[in-house]
């Protein structure tokens, strides 16, 4: 336990009891912690200082964590609660109990084929789920990759590398995840679904291969190797890996945006489609690299080619009738070069027909043609519902509108175009993309009361009304947890779409904690007092026969020296005296020690007669 942490101890929210440190990341750490509401052990991934000053950052965080909230999937970390205070930024998630791929890389070395078939399709299900929600990982790595005790995976920090990834420089810290960077990320280029893929398959081939397809001496150059370098076949390292496996890892991998895999759902039913059938022979079209690296790679299964091949005979060779004779060998092996030769020339000249038909068609044919052209048309002034309801504009055209509001436009009309009107566009199967500015009206917005109403109902209403919205979260001893405390402007204001309402947010009353006093051996009235002036509530008090004198404490629900938060009821049994013995009882015919002997005096029924 890392006994100088100052999260170590402590009680987020009066909810998670920080246990222990469990890892660290380059934004955040990460904790064990108990919940105390629904008594459960949770992780807890608390922002660093460096970038919890960071108010912009702060404000990200939160909405990136909150997004990643949404995604439910058995291959999917979950994400139970997101917070953001003045001292502290956090996100529950769920505990894991197991390791991550990479320590198990590490402990296992190599991975069997099937094993890693079996992985690969696990993290393929957690994208198709994740990019459906429109949210990419951006950090696939087996760092954030978890297996669990049965072998199913858990893929975390889903969203949260979006934060990092606006640092695009390259250190050393970043050695880790550059290994595994899609060539556009490396390059600053705009990043879609696909750079997932990419690391997905590069996770693959470290799986398969037992090793990274780049390597370097800083992240630099490992980030260039991604853009401009071919990584060796995996079974050219391994050749117990399948073919329709490697074939499946390097289209992953495959440098080329369009020639990689476009959705995680291609990629998952191709491992699918192997795992029934390990023999399939997937086309080898898609695994196409840059030209400068064809001649390379031929070169490279030449010489594997030559090294496996056995060795060319040197025996004469034989006739149907017998032994050739050296002037018939000579002629043959003249006939046969003249023939190769000639085959090679017909080839040749195929292929270079081939190639000029082809650039004939793809490029000499556009320069003696005019591409065929569309004149944009002048939406300025029309109804957006008029524009998107006619075929002749959404056929060819992509809409794209924006509002702003306006006091002279009415509703719904068009202010502004890109590009303007009579532009001419180049007619194709992908629609031009035409940016619309719609007013959204004058329409006032009268602010609805939300004090003293659940804040996640006054975002809904909020939110119905086109406002936005801004919360900071304060401790109250009077507005119950989760609610509003106030809000800026007041109920009642006048306000435009787009305007901002910040809400106060009451996080509950303040809970302090007392030391547990000792009761026992006080009287009920000085437990009583003690107990009053903590702050802690007397609870029942019970009475039990004790040796220990009447209303003397016997017994306390709470142990001296326990930490108690204030309120709590304590519960009392003090002592009612000790039990009295009973008198033992006489036998009317027994007769005293002291009297034996004696004369006894005359007696009737009723007793003694004297």
């Not at 440190?21 to 064990?32: F, L």
């Not at 608390?46 to 919890?52: E, F, N, P, W």
Request: aromatic share 6%; charged share 25%.
């Amino acid at each position: 336990m890392e006994t100088n942490d100052k999260y170590i101890g402590k009680m987020l929210d009066n909810r998670y009891e920080i246990l222990e440190r469990i890892g660290i990341g380059g934004m955040a750490i990460v904790y064990r912690a108990l919940c105390h509401r629904l008594n459960r052990y949770v992780a807890v991934k608390v922002l660093k200082d460096d970038y919890a000053v960071d108010e912009d950052f702060r404000r990200r965080f939160h909405t990136e964590a909150q997004a990643v909230a949404m995604l439910s999937h058995p291959n999917i970390v979950t994400v139970y609660d997101v917070s953001r205070t003045q001292d502290v930024n956090y996100i529950v998630m769920e505990l894991i109990e197991g390791m991550t791929l990479k320590q198990y890389m590490q402990k296992r070395g190599q991975l069997s084929w099937k094993e890693a078939l079996h992985f690969s399709m696990q993290i393929s299900k957690a994208l198709i789920h994740a990019h459906s929600r429109g949210i990419i990982h951006r950090d696939i790595k087996p760092h954030n990759i978890m297996i669990l005790r049965d072998g199913s995976v858990k893929v975390a920090d889903f969203g949260i590398a979006r934060l990092s990834s606006t640092q695009n420089t390259l250190t050393q810290q970043t050695l880790g995840s550059v290994h595994y960077i899609s060539p556009e990320q490396a390059k600053g280029s705009s990043i879609d679904a696909r750079t997932d893929i990419y690391s997905l398959g590069v996770v693959m081939y470290e799986m398969l291969t037992g090793r990274l397809p780049f390597e370097g001496e800083n992240a630099v150059s490992i980030a260039i190797q991604h853009i401009s370098s071919i990584p060796l076949m995996p079974r050219e390292i391994n050749p117990d890996i399948p073919v329709g496996l490697e074939t499946i890892t390097m289209k992953a991998m495959n440098p080329d945006l369009e020639k990689r895999y476009q959705f995680a759902e291609q990629l998952y039913e191709d491992l699918e489609t192997f795992r029934k059938n390990p023999d399939v022979d997937f086309s080898e079209q898609d695994l196409q690299f840059q030209p400068d690296d064809d001649g390379k790679r031929e070169q490279k299964k030449q010489e594997t080619r030559q090294a496996t091949e056995p060795p060319v005979s040197t025996l004469t060779p034989v006739s149907r009738r017998g032994d050739l004779s050296k002037e018939e060998y000579r002629d043959n092996s003249r006939r046969a070069r003249t023939v190769s030769i000639l085959s090679g020339m017909f080839l040749v000249i195929l292929f270079i027909l081939g190639i000029f038909l082809y650039l004939w068609h793809s490029w000499f044919d556009n320069m003696f043609s005019e591409p065929e052209t569309m004149a944009v048309p002048n939406f300025v002034g029309a109804k957006l519902e008029d524009i998107l309801a006619n075929p002749a504009y959404t056929d060819n055209f992509n809409i794209i509108p924006t509002y702003e509001a306006s006091e002279s436009i009415t509703e719904g009309m068009v202010m502004n175009q890109n590009p303007m009107a009579n532009r001419s566009v180049i007619k194709s199967e992908k629609k031009a993309d035409i940016k619309l500015v719609v007013s959204s009206g004058t329409t006032v917005i009268v602010l609805p009361p939300l004090v003293n109403t659940d804040y996640r109902d006054a975002i809904i209403q909020l939110n119905k009304l086109g406002l936005n919205h801004e919360e900071s979260f304060v401790k109250s001893e009077d507005v119950t947890e989760g609610y509003v405390i106030s809000m800026i402007p007041a109920e009642g204001a006048e306000m435009n779409a787009g305007d901002t309402v910040f809400l106060e947010i009451s996080t509950g009353p303040e809970i302090k904690f007392v030391d547990m006093p000792q009761l026992v051996g006080d009287t009920i009235s000085t437990a009583q007092a003690k107990l009053e002036g903590l702050e802690l509530v007397v609870g029942s008090i019970t009475e039990r026969p004790d040796d220990a004198p009447a209303g003397t404490v016997t017994w306390q629900s709470r142990s001296a020296g326990d930490s108690v938060q204030e309120k709590t009821k304590i519960n009392l049994i003090i002592s009612s005296g000790p039990v009295e013995t009973p008198p033992p009882e006489e036998d009317e015919n027994e007769v005293p020690p002291e009297q034996e002997g004696e004369e006894q005096p005359p007696q009737d029924e009723d007793g003694i007669i004297g």
